[in-house]
């Protein structure tokens, strides 16, 4: 027998907002990309806190001479608040263009 309910899964992260803006959906996601599309979509909020924190990287093959190179370029950034400003500029400058 096959429920008639509509499944809480969706396929991407356009159709979980889109559900969402519909209403009577909750949908969970990234907060980099959360922040992204607050910026620019009115009708949506977040509720809660963060769930945990995370940090990025960047694949290298094992034992690449660039690896000391990109970590110590990405801390300088961090130090230099280069990386937030560049945040602000794609996440908050853009804001209204999706």
């Given at each position: 027998?096959?429920?008639?309910?509509p499944t809480?899964?969706?396929?991407?992260?356009?159709?979980?907002?889109?559900r969402?803006?519909?209403g009577?959906?909750?949908?969970?996601?990234?907060?980099?990309?959360?922040?992204?599309?607050?910026a620019?979509?009115?009708?949506?909020?977040?509720?809660?806190?963060?769930?945990?924190?995370?940090?990025?990287?960047?694949?290298?093959?094992?034992?690449?001479?660039?690896?000391?190179?990109l970590?110590?370029t990405?801390l300088?950034?961090?130090?230099r608040t280069?990386?937030?400003?560049?945040?602000?500029?794609?996440?908050?400058?853009?804001?209204g263009?999706?």
């Amino acid at each position: 027998m096959q429920s008639t309910t509509p499944t809480v899964f969706v396929n991407s992260s356009r159709e979980g907002i889109a559900r969402a803006k519909a209403g009577n959906y909750a949908y969970m996601m990234e907060s980099s990309m959360l922040e992204y599309y607050m910026a620019r979509d009115c009708q949506l909020q977040a509720i809660g806190g963060l769930l945990d924190s995370k940090g990025y990287g960047i694949a290298l093959p094992k034992g690449s001479p660039l690896r000391h190179l990109l970590s110590q370029t990405v801390l300088q950034l961090q130090e230099r608040t280069i990386l937030e400003a560049l945040k602000m500029k794609w996440w908050k400058d853009k804001s209204g263009e999706l």
